[in-house]
């Protein structure tokens, strides 16, 4: 009777101990891909702002 209360303790903690570290890992992976998202929008809008105003300051210079 103890042997198996034991056996089943151990178990469920294992358990538990495996739950846990997968989630942190799943957790950590999309924040992972998020933050690379988040960065690479901010990229590209700093490289379209760039554009605009190059497409801005050509259109003055040839309006002149």
């Keep these: ?8 303790y151990l178990c469920a903690h294992t358990l538990g ?3 846990f ?5 799943v957790q950590r992976k999309t924040f992972r891909e998020t933050k690379m998202s988040v960065v690479a929008r901010l990229r590209m809008q700093r490289e ?17």
């Excluded at 570290?21 to 890992?25: A, F, I, K, P």
């Design 17 to 19: 101990i495996f739950t």
């Design 1 to 8: 009777q103890a042997l198996a209360s034991l056996l089943i």
């Design 48 to 64: 379209n702002a760039k554009q605009v105003r190059s497409l801005h300051d050509e259109r003055f210079t040839n309006t002149n």
């Design 21 to 25: 570290v997968w989630g942190e890992r």
